[in-house]
């Protein structure tokens, strides 16, 4: 079975903190991603990595940053948490490979900023 | 760029009853469809995926989605709801030209009722 794990299901944290949320995938998959959850928005991809140390912008990075120095781990940063990043986040791995295109999740970590 | 929209933010169904989810895409060239649930608190579940071929594709649990390329939907069904199945669902959309990024709906609520 393909696991996504991420590092805490449930984290709470002060404004002006720094945060990191840790993914890691068992399927050597080359693509990663983070969305925010807000409820009546769907999924917003903040940030995705195709390789190691390679990254792209998603539709809302602002306040966000990543980190991919391996395949399998894949680190979100909120380098000064704010009350508007309260939010569920998901983390996802997908192979780019034909007939095998459907992303996989994690079971997400509910994060607050107070 | 791709979109995805559920007209939809909740569906309410008596148990034993057909249960539909609608979905409608747009995405340049030949898209990659999905469908995942979420239960609460946790992440997504892969639930089935149209790649190519027969436009009727069977997933877990029961549900099926229809394909329909002319009027760009791909419409999620279950024969009979159980009310097990009440839960969030997320259709989502995948260009096969990206680098493996998904564009998600906005999620539509289930309700199954006894």
């Known amino acids: 079975d393909v696991k996504v794990t991420q590092s805490s299901r449930y984290l709470v944290k002060r404004t002006g903190e720094k945060v990191f949320l840790e993914c890691v995938q068992d399927?050597?998959?080359?693509?990663m991603f983070w969305y925010r959850q807000d409820p009546g928005l769907g999924l917003r991809l903040i940030y995705f990595?195709?390789?190691?140390?390679?990254?792209e912008k998603g539709d809302i990075p602002e306040g966000y940053s990543v980190s991919r120095e391996k395949k399998e781990r894949f680190s979100l940063i909120l380098e000064s948490a704010s009350t508007n990043q309260t939010s569920m986040y998901l983390c996802?791995?997908?192979?780019?490979?034909?007939?095998?295109?459907?992303?996989?999740f994690g079971q997400g970590t509910r994060l607050t900023v107070v | 760029a791709q979109s995805v929209a559920q007209p939809e933010d909740q569906v309410n169904v008596a148990e034993g009853n057909p249960l539909t989810v609608k979905c409608t895409y747009s995405?340049?060239?030949?898209?990659?469809l999905f469908w995942y649930v979420q239960y609460p608190n946790r992440g997504l579940q892969f639930l089935l995926k149209y790649i190519t071929g027969d436009n009727l594709v069977k997933g877990s649990y029961g549900f099926e989605a229809e394909f329909n390329k002319s009027q760009t939907s791909f419409h999620l069904k279950k024969p009979s709801a159980l009310v097990s199945d009440s839960a969030l669902y997320f259709c989502?959309?995948?260009?096969?030209?990206?680098?493996?990024?998904?564009?998600f709906g906005a999620g539509t609520q289930v309700v199954v009722t006894p």
């Open positions: 989502a959309v995948r260009a096969t030209d990206s680098w493996g990024k998904f564009q």
């Open positions: 399927m050597d998959h080359e693509n």
């Open positions: 995405v340049s060239g030949n898209p990659y």
């Open positions: 996802a791995s997908t192979s780019p490979a034909e007939g095998r295109a459907e992303a996989f």
């Open positions: 990595s195709y390789d190691v140390k390679m990254k």
